[in-house]
């Protein structure tokens, strides 16, 4: 198993885990919130997905599939487009709304983004410095560990909600 590989299977997971989260909700389900300023699952595996499809693309030095396959049209947020919640406020979780059926297929659509690129990386390249601003400088690796981390935790936290629904 190659590095690149044990990412895949990372990813692979998140896709997994977050697919089974949404599947079965309807849309007040997914947008349901425990307390006034908590995520719902939909802005959770939104969320997920919108961080990984901007990071990505980022150190792929490609286009987000958001913008290249009409995602941001598709969900029709009232948002802006470049946004992909960090730092939203109560009332602009409140305006991530989808289906699950929605929310599954960009998931998909950003993990196979993912994918191919994950399958063009050789060992060395995980070392490459893709951010100096921090200290240590930031490599591809750790980078890709970060939004793995980041996704999972997300996709874990919608998870939890979902048990909360007691469906």
Known sequence: MTPADVYVDFFERVLENGTAVVGGLDEEQLAHRPSPDANSIAWLVWHAARVQDAQIADVAGTEQVWFTQGWAER?????????????????????????????????????????????????????????????????????????????????????????????
């Open 75 to 167: 969900f029709g947020l009232d948002l802006d487009p470049q946004d992909h919640g960090y730092g939203h406020t109560s009332e602009q979780v409140a305006k991530v709304r989808a289906t699950g059926e929605l929310l599954a297929a960009y998931l998909t659509a950003t993990h196979e983004a993912t994918v191919a690129y994950l399958r063009t990386l050789s060992d060395d390249d995980l070392d490459r410095i893709i951010d100096e601003r921090w200290d240590p400088p930031v490599s591809l690796g750790v980078r890709l560990v970060s939004v793995a981390d980041d996704d999972a935790q997300h996709v874990g936290q919608a998870a939890y909600l979902r048990g909360l629904l007691d469906v």
